[in-house]
């Protein structure tokens, strides 16, 4: 099965409590949490460490709202990225979320989650 085939709806169905499940525990600093639902791939490319240090560091990625708006999907290969508008509790302004979501072994998981 491909992703791209199925409905936006269905997409969203997935992909907002994956978002927000980043949002939750980006904001707790749960490593374990946090990429639960990555890629075999993206947990490999996601070290521990690393993340560590931007859950310690980084006020952006600490003290994100839970409230986020849906701006969108975009659909290419075995791949859909969909977009969130996203917020903080700290710092003024808005921030764009990127979720790529996949199939791996006949499950949606992240391959990619990004917030620019």
Same mark, same amino acid.
Do not use: C
């Given at each position: ?11 969203? *169905? !997935? ?7 980043? !949002? ?18 993206? *947990?490999?490319?996601?070290n521990e460490v690393e993340?560590?240090?931007?859950f310690a560091k980084s006020?952006?990625? *600490? ?20 977009? +969130?508008?996203q917020t903080n509790m700290? *710092? ?7 979720? !790529? ?9 992240? +391959? ?5």
């Open positions: 099965m491909n992703i791209i085939d199925l409905s936006d709806e269905d997409i969203l *169905k !997935v992909a907002s409590p994956y978002w927000d499940d980043l !949002v939750k525990y980006s904001n707790n600093k749960n490593y374990g949490g946090f990429t639960r639902h990555f890629a075999h791939a993206m *947990k490999l490319a996601a993340i560590g240090k931007q006020e952006l990625t *600490k003290n994100l709202t839970k409230e986020r708006d849906y701006l969108g999907m975009i659909r290419r290969g075995d791949y859909v990225t969909v977009l +969130f508008k700290k *710092k003024k302004g808005e921030w764009l979320g990127r979720l !790529v979501l996949g199939f791996e072994e006949d499950e949606i998981k992240i +391959f990619g989650a990004t917030l620019f």
